[in-house]
């Protein structure tokens, strides 16, 4: 890979009075729709700022140096998960990371496994959907019919709170990019669908059973394909037990004799 530095030369010539460190941000780019486009990294260096985060930074760089440069953002709150990238080697979320944290010259590429659509830009909503759709991630009522008044019903305050801590998954991606599985297993569920099939588990109001859920990922896509490498508890932005659940449903499954 080759380097092409972009650097931005203040207007008089000097830093002005009182400026925070220079950063340089090295983005690995490639844009898999043009067939001369190979992966390279290119440098960009700004200014820091106080509590500067590399969502502020990279927004910067592209109104200010370089508008062809691609990342993805919504919410800019750590809630949408679009700004998901890999940062100085860890798949993490930009808009939460501090610039204050790192070192002086800070790397980003795209998240692996998901396909590339430029740069920083992946596209995980793909994915998502795919893996949503076979492991049938919403409610199933258990007569089958829509009843609002069952759906609303009153639940135990404890067992809401246990749904509500695998609701806050906000399928960044982070896990699957960084699990040793998923890079060698191309149909692997990941830790956010195995999060997911935990959270129905759960819901009473749901009318699966373990046997159902085994007929889906008991198998080595599913949660016997799980290395326990632990990355996806690691990297998880919001925190979320990923690789317990894993384990806790693979014990579920044994027990009841479905393994």
Same mark, same amino acid.
């Given at each position: 890979?080759? /380097?092409?530095?972009? %650097?931005?030369?203040?207007?008089?010539?000097?830093?002005?009075?009182?400026?925070?460190?220079?950063?340089?941000?090295?983005?690995?780019?490639?844009?898999?729709?043009?067939?001369? !486009?190979?992966?390279?990294?290119? !440098?960009?260096?700004?200014? /820091?700022?106080?509590?500067?985060?590399?969502? @502020?930074?990279?927004? /910067?760089?592209? &109104? %200010?140096?370089?508008?062809?440069?691609?990342?993805?953002?919504?919410?800019?709150?750590? @809630?949408?998960?679009?700004?998901?990238?890999?940062?100085?080697?860890?798949?993490?979320?930009?808009?939460?990371?501090?610039?204050?944290?790192?070192?002086?010259? @800070?790397? =980003?590429?795209?998240?692996?496994?998901? &396909?590339?659509?430029?740069?920083?830009?992946?596209?995980?909503? %793909?994915?998502?959907?795919?893996?949503?759709?076979? =492991? &049938?991630?919403?409610?199933?009522?258990?007569?089958?019919? +829509?009843?609002?008044?069952?759906?609303?019903?009153?639940?135990?305050?404890?067992?809401?709170?246990?749904?509500?801590?695998?609701?806050?998954?906000?399928?960044?991606?982070?896990?699957?990019?960084?699990?040793?599985?998923?890079?060698?297993? /191309?149909?692997?569920?990941?830790?956010?669908?195995?999060?997911?099939?935990?959270?129905?588990?759960?819901?009473?109001?749901?009318?699966?059973?373990?046997?159902?859920?085994?007929?889906?990922?008991?198998?080595?896509?599913?949660?016997?394909?799980?290395? !326990?490498? =632990?990355?996806?508890?690691?990297?998880?932005? %919001?925190?979320?037990? +990923?690789?317990?659940?894993?384990?806790?449903?693979?014990?579920?499954?044994?027990?009841?004799?479905?393994?």
């Amino acid at each position: 890979m080759t /380097e092409s530095p972009v %650097k931005v030369v203040p207007r008089n010539g000097a830093a002005p009075s009182g400026a925070g460190r220079r950063l340089q941000i090295k983005v690995l780019r490639h844009n898999p729709r043009d067939p001369a !486009s190979t992966p390279h990294w290119q !440098s960009y260096e700004i200014e /820091e700022a106080d509590g500067m985060t590399l969502f @502020i930074a990279l927004t /910067e760089i592209r &109104e %200010k140096q370089d508008p062809s440069l691609q990342f993805d953002f919504v919410c800019r709150a750590g @809630i949408c998960g679009s700004c998901a990238m890999v940062i100085d080697g860890k798949p993490t979320l930009a808009c939460r990371t501090l610039t204050k944290n790192h070192g002086r010259t @800070i790397t =980003l590429a795209p998240l692996p496994f998901f &396909e590339l659509i430029g740069d920083l830009s992946v596209n995980t909503g %793909k994915w998502m959907r795919s893996m949503s759709e076979r =492991l &049938e991630g919403w409610l199933h009522m258990r007569d089958g019919t +829509l009843d609002i008044g069952r759906i609303e019903a009153t639940m135990d305050p404890e067992l809401a709170d246990r749904i509500y801590e695998l609701d806050r998954c906000i399928e960044c991606g982070c896990c699957v990019a960084a699990c040793g599985t998923a890079r060698m297993r /191309e149909d692997f569920v990941g830790a956010v669908g195995m999060n997911r099939i935990a959270r129905f588990r759960l819901d009473p109001r749901d009318a699966r059973n373990d046997a159902d859920w085994y007929d889906i990922v008991g198998d080595d896509d599913g949660v016997f394909g799980c290395m !326990s490498l =632990l990355a996806c508890h690691d990297v998880c932005p %919001k925190e979320l037990p +990923l690789a317990t659940q894993i384990a806790f449903l693979r014990r579920a499954m044994v027990k009841q004799g479905l393994r």
